[in-house]
């Protein structure tokens, strides 16, 4: 791809749809809006006619998808390069500590959607007085539609308020903007993203220097729009528009992590109603097909936060996966957070697993493969169409088997076409006209993945059948060995 100046990417970045929509133009430049769109997705308002070739370039300046100079590895030396023991892996970035684990004491991994240390950490800051506040997200109540939205929170109670996870858009523009006027010092959370913007904010802004003390990253694969709780909740009965509120990640004692139930509250024939569905009573559930999914969530290369000040996500590996309370991964690059998650083990608050960096980066599977390993393909795919895409650390590549080549073209029709059927839906009041337009394509997904696995079987030979076999009888039997 030709260089060309930050003024022209940014315009290609709107028109295309590249934008991450974090708000970070909004706190570079008071003409730029930020509003929900018709698809659920928050879009900043730009006319680039009204912006001055300069202003335009500020703007590329704080983006992830304009800003090729200043990349997460460029923005990660910066941040973490002189840290005494710091690290670094291809898919990490800077590392100083990786653990596996869990709070101990209290009710922090009860109430949370892992092993609860980002609201133990960000209760430690503020107790600490090492902030001002949290920048984090909340349930808002419903209010302008929005089941949450960034909040800043002063008080402990409030900080816990905001734990657990939420496959849910959000906007900074509005808490940027008072953290700015109030003048303290914050934590902020947030997806790779984010953050990234908020580093690229802080570099061009001293005031968000000042104001951006801390930042704890979310390992997250992509971002959803609105519509994906809201179709969680209409399938079962809940109509767009009355749902009052949803905990994605309810936890189920004697599951193992990943067999967590969605919980939804709302209207059901005008009486209040609870419902809680497991993933396999939901249509839009596997975050495989990515329903509803952002497109610059498949266009970015930093799956682990990589400018963040620690970085949390789920441990999905198997000495852990099987306990539903929850373990957290923890990549930990800013020394006063390394002090204290020492001084929690110490304390005996924590337990914690050191984890090398081939398991850090093996906890992760299908987000290493979809943002890394196969982000190449996307990349010459846009490039073959002619079509603009952000630069990117790794270079164009068809160079992945067709099999995963056609796993990606019918995962990027259905991100695409699900915000497309879905609105339809709601316009015909008819739940079923979106099941009978997606369903062709995740049937498709599904019998791809079938395919692929069954060539993956088969080519381990028949020693390898043979042994599953056996291991199948024996579960059948109950012949299976005790759990060490």
């Known amino acids: 791809m030709h260089k060309e100046s930050g003024a022209q990417a940014i315009i290609r970045e709107l028109e295309g749809g590249y934008s991450i929509q974090s708000g970070v133009f909004s ?32 703007l590329a300046r704080v983006s992830a998808m304009s800003n090729p100079d200043l990349d997460e590895d460029v923005l990660g030396k910066i941040l973490f390069g002189a840290v005494p023991g710091i690290r670094h892996e291809r898919l990490l970035g800077y590392y100083s500590q990786i653990y596996a684990g869990y709070v101990k004491t209290g009710d922090f991994r009860a109430t949370s959607s892992s092993g609860g240390l980002a609201t133990w950490l960000l ?40 734990a657990k996870s939420r496959y849910y858009p959000m906007d900074l523009s509005q808490v940027l903007r008072a953290a700015k006027e109030a003048g303290g010092r914050y934590a902020v959370t947030g997806i790779p993203s984010f953050i990234m913007e908020l580093r690229l904010l802080a570099e061009h802004d001293p005031d968000f220097k000042h104001a951006i003390a801390y930042t704890v990253g979310l390992i997250c694969g992509h971002q959803k729009s609105t519509k994906y709780a809201e179709a969680i909740a209409w399938e079962h009965g809940i109509k767009p528009g009355s749902l009052r509120s949803v905990d994605f990640r309810k936890k189920i004692e004697g599951k193992s992590a990943d067999e967590y139930i969605t919980e939804l509250k709302g209207l059901v024939g005008g009486t209040e109603t609870t419902l809680a569905k497991e993933a396999t009573e939901v249509f839009v559930s596997s975050w495989s097909h990515g329903f509803f999914k952002a497109k610059f969530s498949d266009f970015t290369d930093d799956l682990f936060n990589e400018t963040a000040d620690v970085a949390l996500g789920d441990a999905w590996l198997p000495q852990y996966a099987g306990d539903y309370r929850g373990t957290n991964l923890v990549i930990v690059r800013n020394p006063v957070i390394a002090k204290i998650i020492d001084d929690g083990l110490a304390a005996g608050d924590l337990h914690l697993d050191v984890l090398s960096p081939e398991l850090a980066v093996r906890s992760q599977p299908g987000l290493v493969r979809h943002a890394y390993d196969e982000l190449p393909y996307r990349l010459a795919r846009a490039d073959r169409r002619g079509a603009w895409r952000p630069a990117k650390r790794v270079g164009a590549s068809e160079d992945i088997p067709f099999l995963r080549k056609k796993i990606q073209d019918v995962r990027e029709q259905i991100a695409e076409q699900s915000h497309i059927h879905y609105q339809r839906a709601v316009e015909l009041d008819d739940w079923s006209y979106f099941v009978r337009k ?3 394509l995740v049937d498709r997904h599904s019998l791809l993945y079938a395919i692929t696995d069954a060539r993956r079987i088969l080519g381990k030979g028949l020693p390898y059948l043979a042994k599953r076999a056996f291991r199948g009888i024996r579960r059948r039997f109950g012949l299976t060995d005790s759990p060490r």
């Open 123 to 162: 209760v430690q800051l503020v107790e600490k007085g090492l902030v001002d506040g949290v920048i984090h997200v909340q349930p808002s109540g419903g209010e302008d539609g929005l089941l949450f939205r960034y909040a800043i929170s002063t008080t402990v109670a409030q900080v816990r308020a905001g």
């Open 438 to 440: 997606m369903k062709p």
């Open 27 to 58: 706190a570079v430049n008071s003409k730029v809006t930020v509003a929900l769109n018709p698809l659920g997705q928050f879009e900043a308002k730009v006319d680039p006619a009204a912006l001055s070739a300069s202003e335009l370039e500020a």
